[in-house]
């Protein structure tokens, strides 16, 4: 990952937003768990908007998100994303959501850090390996958990700030382009 792409930009808060990466069609992703834990939360905080990359509409969660009265104003959808525009509307989230049953890595969760944004990953494969100790794990499938562990989020500026600031060391120190080339590198030196 280009930490120098991926990197805090300085955008005005409007309102807060939450960002999902999965589309809407993968239940490995754990769509249902972000929109489930979505509409949850918009009761609570009626200016709370939705990022949702990798689907161009609710698709199978535009009941639920009717039966909730949530608008279509209140959600943002992009199906494809060039890789040089993903800092952008991670940098525009307020939190970012990866509820995951399964990642080998954790890309969004690391590109999410490296801009400096806090995280709530799931707490399954790969995931907690990524966000170490800095960002929130919360329990994989619920969404109960998440919907708490991102309220407290959303609730704390401060916090969110801090927890970013952590997550971009993390990344700088473990996660760049040439930290990975070096590992490989190193190993490939160690088989000679």
Excluded at 73 to 93: C, G, H, I, Q
Excluded at 150 to 162: D, F, G, H
């Amino acid at each position: 990952m280009d930490s120098r792409i991926f990197k805090p930009l300085k955008l005005e808060d409007k309102n807060p937003a939450l960002l999902f990466a999965g589309g809407t069609d993968l239940y490995r992703k754990g769509a249902d768990v972000f929109f489930h834990s979505f509409v949850n939360l918009k009761k609570e905080i009626p200016e709370l908007k939705a990022i949702v990359i990798g689907a161009s509409s609710p698709g199978n969660f535009e009941k639920l998100l009717k039966e909730r009265g949530i608008s279509k104003t209140d959600l943002e959808f992009f199906n494809r994303v060039p890789y040089t525009k993903m800092p952008l509307l991670l940098n525009r989230a307020s939190v970012i959501l990866v509820p995951s049953f399964h990642e080998t890595f954790g890309s969004i969760a690391a590109e999410a850090m490296a801009c400096g944004k806090a995280v709530v990953a799931s707490d399954s494969t790969a995931l907690p390996e990524v966000v170490g100790n800095a960002g929130v794990l919360a329990k994989t499938g619920s969404v109960k958990d998440f919907a708490e562990k991102t309220k407290r989020l959303l609730e704390n500026k401060a916090l969110r700030k801090k927890i970013g600031k952590k997550a971009r060391e993390r990344v700088l120190e473990n996660f760049t382009a040439e930290k990975t080339v070096n590992g490989y590198l190193k190993l490939f030196r160690s088989l000679k």
